[in-house]
Protein backbone atom coordinates (compact mmCIF):
# COMPACT_ATOMS: atom_id res chain seq x y z
CA UNK A 1 0.00 0.00 0.00
CA UNK A 2 0.96 3.37 -0.45
CA UNK A 3 2.99 5.49 2.04
CA UNK A 4 -0.41 7.56 2.43
CA UNK A 5 -3.48 8.30 4.40
CA UNK A 6 -5.87 5.83 3.46
CA UNK A 7 -8.40 7.33 1.41
CA UNK A 8 -12.23 6.68 1.47
CA UNK A 9 -14.90 8.69 -0.14
CA UNK A 10 -18.71 8.77 1.02
CA UNK A 11 -20.85 9.39 -2.07
CA UNK A 12 -24.33 11.20 -0.75
CA UNK A 13 -25.03 13.80 2.41
CA UNK A 14 -28.18 12.50 3.67
CA UNK A 15 -28.13 10.90 6.96
CA UNK A 16 -26.52 7.75 6.12
CA UNK A 17 -23.69 9.63 4.52
CA UNK A 18 -23.26 11.51 7.46
CA UNK A 19 -23.15 8.82 9.55
CA UNK A 20 -21.37 6.44 7.48
CA UNK A 21 -18.15 9.54 7.51
CA UNK A 22 -18.58 10.19 11.34
CA UNK A 23 -18.44 5.82 11.99
CA UNK A 24 -15.78 5.95 9.88
CA UNK A 25 -13.53 8.48 11.25
CA UNK A 26 -14.67 6.88 14.88
CA UNK A 27 -13.36 3.62 13.82
CA UNK A 28 -10.11 4.63 11.94
CA UNK A 29 -9.44 6.51 15.38
CA UNK A 30 -10.21 3.61 17.29
CA UNK A 31 -7.90 1.15 15.09
CA UNK A 32 -4.92 3.79 14.69
CA UNK A 33 -5.52 4.26 11.10
CA UNK A 34 -4.51 7.49 9.34
CA UNK A 35 -8.12 7.90 6.93
CA UNK A 36 -8.43 10.96 4.28
CA UNK A 37 -12.09 11.14 4.38
CA UNK A 38 -14.49 13.03 1.93
CA UNK A 39 -18.34 13.30 1.55
CA UNK A 40 -19.77 13.98 -1.83
CA UNK A 41 -23.21 15.25 -2.41
CA UNK A 42 -25.32 17.10 -4.91
CA UNK A 43 -27.06 19.98 -3.23
CA UNK A 44 -28.92 19.25 -7.01
CA UNK A 45 -30.43 16.11 -5.63
CA UNK A 46 -32.68 16.23 -2.79
CA UNK A 47 -32.17 14.15 0.14
CA UNK A 48 -35.40 11.92 1.19
CA UNK A 49 -36.96 13.86 4.13
CA UNK A 50 -39.79 12.49 5.44
CA UNK A 51 -39.43 12.69 9.40
CA UNK A 52 -37.76 9.85 10.82
CA UNK A 53 -37.87 7.65 14.24
CA UNK A 54 -34.99 5.76 14.73
CA UNK A 55 -34.40 3.36 17.38
CA UNK A 56 -32.17 3.19 20.91
CA UNK A 57 -28.94 2.95 18.48
CA UNK A 58 -28.93 6.12 17.70
CA UNK A 59 -28.40 7.36 21.04
CA UNK A 60 -25.52 4.57 21.86
CA UNK A 61 -24.18 6.05 18.47
CA UNK A 62 -24.28 9.33 20.18
CA UNK A 63 -22.20 8.49 22.99
CA UNK A 64 -19.73 6.65 21.11
CA UNK A 65 -19.12 9.69 18.74
CA UNK A 66 -19.08 11.62 21.92
CA UNK A 67 -22.07 14.04 20.58
CA UNK A 68 -23.45 15.36 23.29
CA UNK A 69 -27.46 14.44 23.06
CA UNK A 70 -29.12 17.67 24.71
CA UNK A 71 -26.76 20.24 22.25
CA UNK A 72 -28.65 17.33 19.51
CA UNK A 73 -31.91 17.69 20.61
CA UNK A 74 -32.06 21.37 20.61
CA UNK A 75 -30.41 22.24 17.32
CA UNK A 76 -32.43 19.62 15.20
CA UNK A 77 -35.86 20.53 17.03
CA UNK A 78 -35.58 16.24 17.49
CA UNK A 79 -38.04 14.72 19.91
CA UNK A 80 -37.86 12.08 22.73
CA UNK A 81 -39.26 8.12 21.76
CA UNK A 82 -39.71 5.53 23.95
CA UNK A 83 -41.58 2.67 21.47
CA UNK A 84 -44.32 2.86 18.79
CA UNK A 85 -48.27 2.96 19.41
CA UNK A 86 -49.86 0.45 16.78
CA UNK A 87 -53.17 1.06 16.38
CA UNK A 88 -55.67 -1.04 14.92
CA UNK A 89 -53.71 -3.43 14.19
CA UNK A 90 -55.06 -6.90 15.81
CA UNK A 91 -58.42 -5.29 14.88
CA UNK A 92 -60.32 -2.10 15.07
CA UNK A 93 -60.52 -0.48 17.69
CA UNK A 94 -57.81 -1.83 19.64
CA UNK A 95 -53.62 -1.02 20.40
CA UNK A 96 -51.20 -2.01 21.93
CA UNK A 97 -47.47 -0.46 22.85
CA UNK A 98 -44.34 -1.55 22.04
CA UNK A 99 -41.92 0.13 24.59
CA UNK A 100 -37.75 -0.20 23.71
CA UNK A 101 -36.56 -0.30 26.94
CA UNK A 102 -36.13 -3.89 28.44
CA UNK A 103 -36.98 -4.12 32.42
CA UNK A 104 -34.85 -7.26 32.65
CA UNK A 105 -31.88 -5.74 32.76
CA UNK A 106 -32.55 -3.82 36.37
CA UNK A 107 -34.34 -7.11 37.03
CA UNK A 108 -31.97 -9.54 39.20
CA UNK A 109 -32.44 -13.03 39.21
CA UNK A 110 -31.32 -15.51 36.39
CA UNK A 111 -30.48 -14.89 32.63
CA UNK A 112 -33.50 -14.56 30.11
CA UNK A 113 -36.60 -13.24 29.30
CA UNK A 114 -38.73 -14.56 32.48
CA UNK A 115 -40.54 -11.11 33.71
CA UNK A 116 -42.18 -11.86 30.11
CA UNK A 117 -43.03 -15.56 30.72
CA UNK A 118 -44.37 -14.10 33.86
CA UNK A 119 -46.54 -11.65 32.70
CA UNK A 120 -47.86 -13.90 29.17
CA UNK A 121 -48.63 -16.86 32.25
CA UNK A 122 -50.51 -14.45 34.59
CA UNK A 123 -52.38 -12.91 31.64
CA UNK A 124 -50.95 -9.31 32.00
CA UNK A 125 -49.50 -7.35 29.08
CA UNK A 126 -45.97 -8.11 28.91
CA UNK A 127 -45.75 -4.09 29.54
CA UNK A 128 -46.24 -3.78 32.35
CA UNK A 129 -42.97 -3.68 34.53
CA UNK A 130 -41.86 -1.41 31.26
CA UNK A 131 -40.79 2.05 32.71
CA UNK A 132 -41.03 3.43 29.05
CA UNK A 133 -44.67 2.11 28.81
CA UNK A 134 -45.56 4.35 31.86
CA UNK A 135 -43.95 7.07 30.15
CA UNK A 136 -45.69 6.52 26.90
CA UNK A 137 -49.22 6.61 28.71
CA UNK A 138 -48.24 9.73 30.13
CA UNK A 139 -46.48 11.77 27.57
CA UNK A 140 -43.85 12.36 29.51
CA UNK A 141 -39.68 12.85 29.08
CA UNK A 142 -36.98 10.23 30.45
CA UNK A 143 -36.01 12.99 33.24
CA UNK A 144 -37.12 14.40 36.47
CA UNK A 145 -35.34 17.56 38.08
CA UNK A 146 -34.18 17.82 41.28
CA UNK A 147 -34.63 21.07 43.31
CA UNK A 148 -31.17 22.65 42.39
CA UNK A 149 -32.68 22.54 38.86
CA UNK A 150 -30.39 19.66 37.12
CA UNK A 151 -32.02 16.31 35.12
CA UNK A 152 -32.13 12.82 36.46
CA UNK A 153 -32.63 10.12 34.31
CA UNK A 154 -35.77 7.93 35.32
CA UNK A 155 -33.61 4.78 34.36
CA UNK A 156 -30.17 3.31 33.16
CA UNK A 157 -32.87 2.46 29.24
CA UNK A 158 -31.41 4.30 25.96
CA UNK A 159 -34.66 5.92 24.22
CA UNK A 160 -34.86 6.64 20.77
CA UNK A 161 -35.63 9.95 18.93
CA UNK A 162 -38.30 11.58 16.68
CA UNK A 163 -36.27 13.92 13.75
CA UNK A 164 -36.54 15.64 10.50
CA UNK A 165 -33.73 13.93 8.75
CA UNK A 166 -32.75 17.14 7.03
CA UNK A 167 -31.94 18.81 10.08
CA UNK A 168 -30.09 16.13 11.93
CA UNK A 169 -27.95 15.50 8.56
CA UNK A 170 -27.19 19.13 8.32
CA UNK A 171 -26.42 18.79 12.41
CA UNK A 172 -24.08 15.76 11.64
CA UNK A 173 -22.13 17.60 8.92
CA UNK A 174 -21.68 20.38 12.05
CA UNK A 175 -19.61 17.95 13.36
CA UNK A 176 -17.47 16.31 10.67
CA UNK A 177 -14.43 17.88 11.60
CA UNK A 178 -11.50 17.16 9.09
CA UNK A 179 -13.97 15.34 6.50
CA UNK A 180 -13.92 17.03 3.41
CA UNK A 181 -17.01 18.22 1.76
CA UNK A 182 -18.10 18.38 -1.87
CA UNK A 183 -20.87 20.06 -3.51
CA UNK A 184 -20.48 17.79 -6.86
CA UNK A 185 -22.47 15.44 -8.71
CA UNK A 186 -21.06 12.17 -9.28
CA UNK A 187 -21.77 11.40 -13.13
CA UNK A 188 -19.78 8.31 -13.60
CA UNK A 189 -16.89 6.16 -12.34
CA UNK A 190 -13.65 4.90 -14.01
CA UNK A 191 -12.63 1.40 -13.03
CA UNK A 192 -9.59 -0.59 -12.88
CA UNK A 193 -10.24 -2.78 -16.00
CA UNK A 194 -8.82 -5.90 -14.04
CA UNK A 195 -10.10 -5.54 -10.98
CA UNK A 196 -13.31 -3.73 -11.98
CA UNK A 197 -12.57 -1.56 -8.66
CA UNK A 198 -13.37 2.10 -9.05
CA UNK A 199 -10.22 4.07 -9.24
CA UNK A 200 -11.80 7.49 -9.39
CA UNK A 201 -15.33 9.24 -9.39
CA UNK A 202 -15.92 11.51 -12.19
CA UNK A 203 -17.94 14.75 -11.26
CA UNK A 204 -20.13 16.42 -13.25
CA UNK A 205 -17.62 19.54 -14.29
CA UNK A 206 -15.52 16.56 -15.78
CA UNK A 207 -12.84 16.47 -12.65
CA UNK A 208 -11.88 12.95 -11.61
CA UNK A 209 -12.22 12.19 -7.80
CA UNK A 210 -9.54 9.65 -7.19
CA UNK A 211 -10.19 8.12 -3.19
CA UNK A 212 -9.18 3.79 -2.51
CA UNK A 213 -12.79 2.86 -0.85
CA UNK A 214 -15.76 4.46 -1.63
CA UNK A 215 -19.57 4.19 0.24
CA UNK A 216 -22.52 4.48 -1.58
CA UNK A 217 -24.82 6.54 0.25
CA UNK A 218 -26.93 7.79 -2.73
CA UNK A 219 -30.45 6.59 -1.51
CA UNK A 220 -32.59 5.45 -4.00
CA UNK A 221 -30.18 6.41 -7.25
CA UNK A 222 -27.67 3.45 -5.80
CA UNK A 223 -25.29 5.82 -8.24
CA UNK A 224 -21.97 3.08 -7.49
CA UNK A 225 -23.13 0.12 -5.83
CA UNK A 226 -25.84 -0.75 -8.58
CA UNK A 227 -24.97 1.26 -11.63
CA UNK A 228 -20.77 0.81 -11.35
CA UNK A 229 -20.25 -2.26 -9.40
CA UNK A 230 -23.65 -4.36 -10.39
CA UNK A 231 -25.33 -5.29 -7.75
CA UNK A 232 -28.82 -6.06 -7.84
CA UNK A 233 -31.82 -6.09 -5.58
CA UNK A 234 -33.91 -8.70 -3.48
CA UNK A 235 -37.37 -8.01 -3.41
CA UNK A 236 -39.51 -8.29 -0.29
CA UNK A 237 -42.70 -7.48 -2.38
CA UNK A 238 -44.24 -10.62 -2.10
CA UNK A 239 -43.79 -10.25 1.54
CA UNK A 240 -44.53 -6.70 2.55
CA UNK A 241 -47.39 -5.30 0.90
CA UNK A 242 -47.50 -1.52 0.54
CA UNK A 243 -45.51 0.22 -2.37
CA UNK A 244 -46.57 3.62 -2.32
CA UNK A 245 -45.82 6.66 0.89
CA UNK A 246 -48.10 9.89 0.68
CA UNK A 247 -45.51 12.28 3.01
CA UNK A 248 -47.29 15.14 5.09
CA UNK A 249 -47.34 17.49 7.86
CA UNK A 250 -50.02 17.96 10.69
CA UNK A 251 -49.65 21.08 13.08
CA UNK A 252 -49.27 20.87 16.95
CA UNK A 253 -52.36 21.79 18.44
CA UNK A 254 -51.48 24.80 20.24
CA UNK A 255 -49.72 23.96 23.64
CA UNK A 256 -50.38 20.17 23.04
CA UNK A 257 -48.33 17.74 24.59
CA UNK A 258 -46.35 16.26 22.17
CA UNK A 259 -46.42 11.89 22.13
CA UNK A 260 -43.41 10.43 23.10
CA UNK A 261 -43.70 7.35 20.52
CA UNK A 262 -44.66 6.33 17.01
CA UNK A 263 -48.04 6.19 16.41
CA UNK A 264 -48.00 3.19 13.56
CA UNK A 265 -51.80 3.24 12.58
CA UNK A 266 -53.42 0.67 10.37
CA UNK A 267 -55.57 1.54 8.01
CA UNK A 268 -57.49 0.42 4.62
CA UNK A 269 -55.05 -0.74 2.38
CA UNK A 270 -52.10 0.18 4.63
CA UNK A 271 -50.99 2.19 7.87
CA UNK A 272 -50.10 5.63 8.42
CA UNK A 273 -47.21 6.98 10.80
CA UNK A 274 -47.40 9.76 12.92
CA UNK A 275 -43.63 11.10 14.31
CA UNK A 276 -43.81 14.27 16.08
CA UNK A 277 -40.63 16.87 15.71
CA UNK A 278 -40.91 19.64 17.76
CA UNK A 279 -42.30 22.01 14.90
CA UNK A 280 -45.01 19.51 13.54
CA UNK A 281 -45.90 16.03 13.46
CA UNK A 282 -44.75 14.03 10.49
CA UNK A 283 -47.10 12.08 8.86
CA UNK A 284 -47.51 9.16 6.05
CA UNK A 285 -49.50 7.08 4.69
CA UNK A 286 -47.86 3.92 3.04
CA UNK A 287 -50.29 1.99 0.84
CA UNK A 288 -50.70 -0.71 -1.73
CA UNK A 289 -51.80 0.96 -4.75
CA UNK A 290 -53.17 -2.57 -6.19
CA UNK A 291 -56.47 -1.44 -3.83
CA UNK A 292 -56.07 2.31 -3.38
CA UNK A 293 -55.35 5.33 -5.69
CA UNK A 294 -53.86 8.19 -4.65
CA UNK A 295 -56.72 10.07 -4.55
CA UNK A 296 -58.27 7.43 -2.51
CA UNK A 297 -55.62 7.24 -0.36
CA UNK A 298 -55.92 10.66 0.12
CA UNK A 299 -60.08 10.66 0.82
CA UNK A 300 -59.02 7.74 3.20
CA UNK A 301 -56.70 9.77 5.11
CA UNK A 302 -58.90 13.32 5.50
CA UNK A 303 -61.98 11.07 6.56
CA UNK A 304 -59.82 9.03 9.09
CA UNK A 305 -58.25 13.05 10.38
CA UNK A 306 -61.53 14.43 9.71
CA UNK A 307 -59.47 17.42 8.46
CA UNK A 308 -57.88 18.02 4.76
CA UNK A 309 -54.17 16.97 4.05
CA UNK A 310 -51.32 18.29 1.68
CA UNK A 311 -49.49 15.05 0.64
CA UNK A 312 -45.91 16.40 0.13
CA UNK A 313 -45.50 13.94 -2.21
CA UNK A 314 -46.54 9.87 -3.27
CA UNK A 315 -43.12 8.05 -3.27
CA UNK A 316 -43.05 4.42 -4.96
CA UNK A 317 -41.15 2.81 -2.44
CA UNK A 318 -39.70 -1.23 -2.95
CA UNK A 319 -38.73 -2.92 0.00
CA UNK A 320 -35.89 -5.04 -0.65
CA UNK A 321 -32.33 -5.06 -0.13
CA UNK A 322 -28.73 -5.62 -2.29
CA UNK A 323 -27.69 -8.72 -3.35
CA UNK A 324 -24.45 -8.22 -2.38
CA UNK A 325 -24.16 -4.69 0.51
CA UNK A 326 -20.11 -4.76 -0.70
CA UNK A 327 -18.55 -5.14 -4.10
CA UNK A 328 -14.80 -4.81 -4.60
CA UNK A 329 -13.66 -1.07 -2.89
CA UNK A 330 -17.54 -0.12 -2.75
CA UNK A 331 -20.06 -0.78 0.27
CA UNK A 332 -23.28 0.62 0.06
CA UNK A 333 -25.45 2.28 3.10
CA UNK A 334 -28.88 3.70 3.87
CA UNK A 335 -31.65 3.73 1.31
CA UNK A 336 -28.46 2.53 -1.40
CA UNK A 337 -28.28 -0.66 0.36
CA UNK A 338 -32.18 -1.68 1.50
CA UNK A 339 -35.62 0.09 2.30
CA UNK A 340 -38.34 -1.08 4.59
CA UNK A 341 -41.35 0.35 5.24
CA UNK A 342 -40.75 2.58 8.83
CA UNK A 343 -43.25 0.52 10.85
CA UNK A 344 -39.93 -0.40 13.17
CA UNK A 345 -37.75 2.45 12.19
CA UNK A 346 -34.74 -0.25 10.87
CA UNK A 347 -33.69 1.78 8.49
CA UNK A 348 -31.62 4.81 10.02
CA UNK A 349 -30.74 1.57 12.57
CA UNK A 350 -29.64 -0.70 10.00
CA UNK A 351 -27.36 1.76 8.60
CA UNK A 352 -25.78 2.61 12.35
CA UNK A 353 -24.92 -1.47 12.76
CA UNK A 354 -23.60 -1.83 9.49
CA UNK A 355 -21.08 1.03 9.32
CA UNK A 356 -20.46 0.11 12.93
CA UNK A 357 -19.71 -3.67 11.95
CA UNK A 358 -18.06 -2.07 8.95
CA UNK A 359 -15.32 0.02 11.03
CA UNK A 360 -14.92 -2.33 14.06
CA UNK A 361 -15.15 -5.87 11.85
CA UNK A 362 -13.58 -4.78 8.46
CA UNK A 363 -11.77 -1.27 8.16
CA UNK A 364 -8.15 -2.23 8.89
CA UNK A 365 -8.43 -5.07 6.68
CA UNK A 366 -9.84 -2.86 4.07
CA UNK A 367 -7.35 0.08 4.96
CA UNK A 368 -4.02 -2.72 4.86
CA UNK A 369 -5.69 -3.81 1.00
CA UNK A 370 -6.09 -7.69 1.99
CA UNK A 371 -10.38 -7.82 2.32
CA UNK A 372 -13.14 -9.90 2.02
CA UNK A 373 -16.59 -8.93 1.50
CA UNK A 374 -18.09 -12.19 2.10
CA UNK A 375 -18.87 -12.27 5.75
CA UNK A 376 -20.01 -8.88 6.11
CA UNK A 377 -21.79 -9.47 3.42
CA UNK A 378 -23.89 -12.38 4.56
CA UNK A 379 -24.29 -10.19 8.17
CA UNK A 380 -25.85 -7.66 6.28
CA UNK A 381 -28.05 -9.90 4.22
CA UNK A 382 -29.18 -11.41 7.21
CA UNK A 383 -30.38 -8.36 8.93
CA UNK A 384 -31.96 -7.24 6.29
CA UNK A 385 -34.43 -10.68 6.03
CA UNK A 386 -34.57 -10.60 9.42
CA UNK A 387 -36.08 -7.04 9.18
CA UNK A 388 -38.47 -8.28 7.07
CA UNK A 389 -39.33 -11.45 8.83
CA UNK A 390 -39.99 -9.40 11.93
CA UNK A 391 -41.95 -6.70 10.18
CA UNK A 392 -44.19 -9.34 8.12
CA UNK A 393 -45.35 -10.60 11.66
CA UNK A 394 -46.77 -7.52 12.05
CA UNK A 395 -49.50 -8.08 9.64
CA UNK A 396 -50.60 -11.19 10.97
CA UNK A 397 -53.62 -9.66 12.11
CA UNK A 398 -57.69 -10.49 12.65
CA UNK A 399 -58.64 -8.42 10.58
CA UNK A 400 -60.33 -9.53 7.25
CA UNK A 401 -62.88 -5.99 7.22
CA UNK A 402 -60.75 -4.58 3.45
CA UNK A 403 -59.52 -6.54 0.43
CA UNK A 404 -56.25 -5.27 1.48
CA UNK A 405 -56.47 -7.22 4.69
CA UNK A 406 -57.80 -9.83 3.25
CA UNK A 407 -55.06 -10.46 0.68
CA UNK A 408 -52.26 -10.13 3.27
CA UNK A 409 -53.74 -12.72 5.59
CA UNK A 410 -54.42 -15.09 2.08
CA UNK A 411 -50.93 -14.62 0.36
CA UNK A 412 -48.43 -12.34 2.48
CA UNK A 413 -47.68 -14.06 5.55
CA UNK A 414 -43.97 -15.81 5.02
CA UNK A 415 -43.05 -19.03 5.73
CA UNK A 416 -40.28 -17.59 8.21
CA UNK A 417 -42.72 -16.42 10.44
CA UNK A 418 -45.43 -19.34 10.24
CA UNK A 419 -42.26 -20.88 11.22
CA UNK A 420 -41.62 -18.88 14.35
CA UNK A 421 -45.01 -19.27 15.30
CA UNK A 422 -45.14 -22.60 15.06
CA UNK A 423 -41.96 -22.63 17.72
CA UNK A 424 -43.88 -20.45 20.25
CA UNK A 425 -46.98 -22.31 19.71
CA UNK A 426 -45.13 -24.39 22.33
CA UNK A 427 -43.04 -21.73 24.34
CA UNK A 428 -42.27 -18.52 24.73
CA UNK A 429 -40.06 -16.52 22.50
CA UNK A 430 -36.33 -16.30 24.26
CA UNK A 431 -32.85 -15.31 23.40
CA UNK A 432 -31.71 -18.69 22.36
CA UNK A 433 -34.44 -18.83 19.52
CA UNK A 434 -32.52 -15.76 17.87
CA UNK A 435 -28.20 -16.13 16.26
CA UNK A 436 -26.71 -13.51 17.82
CA UNK A 437 -25.64 -10.47 15.48
CA UNK A 438 -21.78 -9.91 14.59
CA UNK A 439 -19.71 -7.58 16.87
CA UNK A 440 -22.75 -7.88 20.49
CA UNK A 441 -24.44 -5.17 18.05
CA UNK A 442 -27.38 -4.94 18.51
CA UNK A 443 -30.89 -6.99 16.38
CA UNK A 444 -34.14 -8.10 16.19
CA UNK A 445 -34.37 -10.56 19.17
CA UNK A 446 -36.97 -11.16 21.54
CA UNK A 447 -37.39 -7.91 23.52
CA UNK A 448 -38.53 -6.81 20.49
CA UNK A 449 -40.33 -9.71 19.03
CA UNK A 450 -42.61 -10.20 22.22
CA UNK A 451 -44.56 -7.26 22.89
CA UNK A 452 -45.25 -7.44 19.50
CA UNK A 453 -46.77 -10.66 19.68
CA UNK A 454 -48.38 -10.06 22.77
CA UNK A 455 -50.34 -7.46 21.64
CA UNK A 456 -51.57 -9.46 18.27
CA UNK A 457 -52.93 -11.86 20.64
CA UNK A 458 -50.00 -14.60 19.58
CA UNK A 459 -48.21 -15.10 22.40
CA UNK A 460 -49.12 -18.46 24.54
CA UNK A 461 -50.18 -18.33 27.79
CA UNK A 462 -50.54 -22.12 28.32
CA UNK A 463 -47.47 -22.67 27.31
CA UNK A 464 -45.85 -20.08 29.69
CA UNK A 465 -47.75 -21.39 32.48
CA UNK A 466 -45.73 -24.45 32.19
CA UNK A 467 -42.72 -22.79 31.82
CA UNK A 468 -43.52 -20.98 34.75
CA UNK A 469 -44.62 -24.38 36.76
CA UNK A 470 -40.88 -26.03 36.54
CA UNK A 471 -39.68 -23.09 38.93
CA UNK A 472 -42.42 -21.77 42.07
CA UNK A 473 -39.31 -19.77 43.10
CA UNK A 474 -38.51 -18.02 39.87
CA UNK A 475 -42.47 -17.14 39.21
CA UNK A 476 -42.76 -15.89 42.96
CA UNK A 477 -39.39 -13.25 41.97
CA UNK A 478 -40.79 -12.49 39.05
CA UNK A 479 -43.96 -11.66 40.56
CA UNK A 480 -42.52 -9.37 43.16
CA UNK A 481 -40.03 -7.81 40.57
CA UNK A 482 -43.32 -6.94 38.20
CA UNK A 483 -45.34 -5.64 41.29
CA UNK A 484 -41.90 -3.47 42.65
CA UNK A 485 -41.46 -2.50 38.77
CA UNK A 486 -44.85 -1.37 38.15
CA UNK A 487 -45.44 0.73 41.25
CA UNK A 488 -41.66 2.35 41.04
CA UNK A 489 -42.05 3.66 37.42
CA UNK A 490 -45.64 4.76 38.21
CA UNK A 491 -44.65 6.92 40.58
CA UNK A 492 -41.36 7.97 38.51
CA UNK A 493 -43.85 8.82 35.81
CA UNK A 494 -45.74 10.82 38.04
CA UNK A 495 -42.20 12.46 39.03
CA UNK A 496 -41.03 13.02 35.16
CA UNK A 497 -40.66 16.53 33.57
CA UNK A 498 -43.82 16.68 30.60
CA UNK A 499 -42.35 15.56 27.27
CA UNK A 500 -43.07 19.26 25.73
CA UNK A 501 -41.88 21.10 28.83
CA UNK A 502 -38.54 19.47 28.86
CA UNK A 503 -38.33 20.06 24.83
CA UNK A 504 -39.44 23.72 26.12
CA UNK A 505 -36.70 24.08 28.41
CA UNK A 506 -33.57 23.38 26.35
C1 LIG B 1 -41.55 7.11 3.41
C2 LIG B 1 -40.32 6.90 4.20
C3 LIG B 1 -40.37 6.89 5.59
C4 LIG B 1 -39.21 6.64 6.35
N1 LIG B 1 -39.27 6.61 7.70
C5 LIG B 1 -38.19 6.22 8.40
C6 LIG B 1 -38.22 6.06 9.82
O1 LIG B 1 -39.22 6.33 10.47
N2 LIG B 1 -37.12 5.62 10.43
C7 LIG B 1 -35.97 5.33 9.77
O2 LIG B 1 -35.00 4.88 10.38
N3 LIG B 1 -35.89 5.53 8.46
C8 LIG B 1 -36.96 5.94 7.76
N4 LIG B 1 -36.88 6.09 6.41
C9 LIG B 1 -35.59 5.90 5.78
C10 LIG B 1 -34.70 7.12 6.04
O3 LIG B 1 -35.32 8.27 5.50
C11 LIG B 1 -33.34 6.92 5.41
O4 LIG B 1 -32.78 5.70 5.84
C12 LIG B 1 -32.37 8.01 5.82
O5 LIG B 1 -32.90 9.30 5.67
C13 LIG B 1 -31.11 7.89 5.01
O6 LIG B 1 -31.34 8.20 3.68
P1 LIG B 1 -30.08 8.20 2.71
O7 LIG B 1 -29.04 9.11 3.29
O8 LIG B 1 -29.70 6.80 2.46
O9 LIG B 1 -30.63 8.77 1.34
P2 LIG B 1 -31.08 10.24 0.92
O10 LIG B 1 -31.66 11.01 2.04
O11 LIG B 1 -31.91 10.07 -0.30
O12 LIG B 1 -29.73 10.97 0.52
C14 LIG B 1 -29.06 10.68 -0.68
C15 LIG B 1 -27.89 11.62 -0.83
O13 LIG B 1 -27.16 11.24 -1.98
C16 LIG B 1 -26.87 12.38 -2.77
N5 LIG B 1 -26.72 11.93 -4.15
C17 LIG B 1 -27.54 11.09 -4.85
N6 LIG B 1 -27.05 10.86 -6.08
C18 LIG B 1 -25.87 11.57 -6.15
C19 LIG B 1 -24.89 11.74 -7.15
N7 LIG B 1 -24.97 11.11 -8.33
N8 LIG B 1 -23.83 12.54 -6.88
C20 LIG B 1 -23.71 13.16 -5.68
N9 LIG B 1 -24.60 13.02 -4.69
C21 LIG B 1 -25.68 12.24 -4.93
C22 LIG B 1 -28.01 13.34 -2.53
O14 LIG B 1 -27.61 14.67 -2.79
C23 LIG B 1 -28.25 13.09 -1.04
O15 LIG B 1 -27.35 13.90 -0.29
C24 LIG B 1 -37.99 6.41 5.67
C25 LIG B 1 -37.94 6.49 4.28
C26 LIG B 1 -39.08 6.73 3.55
C27 LIG B 1 -39.00 6.79 2.05
Redesign the pocket.
Known sequence: MPDRPFRITV???????WLSALILREGGKRAGLTLDLSV????????????????AVFREMLRVLALDEMEFLRATGATIKFGIRHKDWRHKGHHYDGPIDDPHRVAGGPAGNWLDRYCIASGKSVTEPHLFAQLMRRNRSPYARKTDGTLIPLGPFHHAFHFD?AKV?QWLRSKAGGIEHID????GAERNPETGHIRALILEDGARHEADFFVD?????R?LIETEMGASWVGYGDRLPVNR?M?FWIDHQDGAEIAPY?LAWAQDAGWM?Q?PTTERIGC?Y?YSDAFLTPDEARAEIEARLGHPIEPRND?P?NAGRLDRAWIGNCVA?????S?F??LE???????IVQMMLFAQRHLPEVASGQFEPEAYNADVARQGDDFCTFINMHYVSERRDTPFWRHVAETCISDEVRDLLDKWRGKTPSRGDFAPFPAGLPHVEEQLYVPVLDGLGLTRREAAKQEMSGDPRLRAHARKVTENLRSEYRRAAAQAIGHRAFLDAL
Open positions: VGGGTAGIESTKVPTIGVGEGTTQGALVECTGFRAAPTWIGVIIAGLAQFEPATSIHGT
